[in-house]
């Protein structure tokens, strides 16, 4: 669709909402929102909703973008837009415009390549380092002689691995066979960040799933965190610090999560 009719069709739709009534530009603001753009901080605005006028609600409408990339959901990138303009608090007063903007945010969280897109394509890049820079170190450790660290380090990663295979099988304890298969090969090949961002920024529903998405995630997190990621570093640095020569070409594995 041409960009003026774009523009036209979000006006029609706007004009509908008795939003107009608190925030006559709002027009404005809710095109601004659907610009693609990469920003790093938000314009200061302190003009009340009616009397804000055409280049305040452009602002205020982009700054919806940079809080979308900055949160993992939709529903708190609205939430740290209500606390940047305060006097937004009278427009989310107006019966179905909240319910509005947190569908806005969710499908701007989906299809922006700066939201969704970019954070799994982050965590799979992160993944696969990790998994990398694990076999790495293993290898070298190996290599030099340092099997006790080798075994070490094996013993930690299958440590996280099995603990997140606990958390996968209790969170699809109600699913078929083939889907607990699916989300186990998911762990083993080192795809969980991906899979759990992807899950929480399009706002994944399960009905059967034990926890939210974003709690999955946050399970599978400290697991990594206090089996791999910080043993692992520790012992990556005891290792350094007795064999500073030998060591230091293994201080690529320490962990990328």
């Known amino acids: 669709m041409p960009r003026k009719l774009y523009a036209v069709s979000l006006k029609r739709i706007a004009l509908r909402l008795p939003i107009l009534l608190e925030w006559p530009n709002f027009p404005i603001a809710l095109a601004n929102t659907f610009v693609q753009r990469f920003g790093m901080r938000v314009a200061s605005v302190d003009t009340h909703l009616k009397d804000m006028g055409l280049e305040e609600s452009s602002n205020v409408g982009k700054a919806l973008i940079t809080m979308v990339r900055k949160r993992k959901t939709g529903d708190v990138a609205l939430d740290a837009w209500k606390k940047q303009y305060p006097q937004l608090h009278t427009a989310f007063s107006v019966e179905g415009f909240e319910e509005f903007m947190i569908n806005i945010a969710r499908d701007m969280l989906r299809d922006s390549p700066y939201g969704m897109i970019m954070r799994v394509c982050v965590g799979a890049v992160l993944s696969t380092l990790d998994a990398a820079t694990d076999t790495f170190v293993i290898i070298g450790y190996y290599n030099k002689g340092l099997v006790r660290q080798a ?3 094996v013993a930690m990663v299958g440590l996280s691995i099995f603990c997140q295979l606990l958390v996968s099988s209790g969170q ?11 989300e186990g090969l998911i762990t ?3 795809l969980r960040p991906a899979i759990d961002a992807y899950r ?4 994944h529903q399960d009905s059967e799933a034990s926890v939210d998405p974003l709690s999955e995630m946050i399970s599978n997190k400290c697991i990594e965190l206090g089996c791999e990621s910080i043993p692992g570093g520790l012992l990556q640095v005891y290792v350094w610090l007795r064999r500073p020569r030998g060591g230091r070409k293994y201080r690529l594995g320490f962990h990328w999560d």
């Open 151 to 153: 075994k070490l380090l």
């Open 188 to 190: 083993l090949f080192f």
């Open 172 to 182: 699809y304890e109600k699913k078929t066979l083939g889907v607990k298969i699916k």
């Open 200 to 203: 929480v920024s399009t706002n």
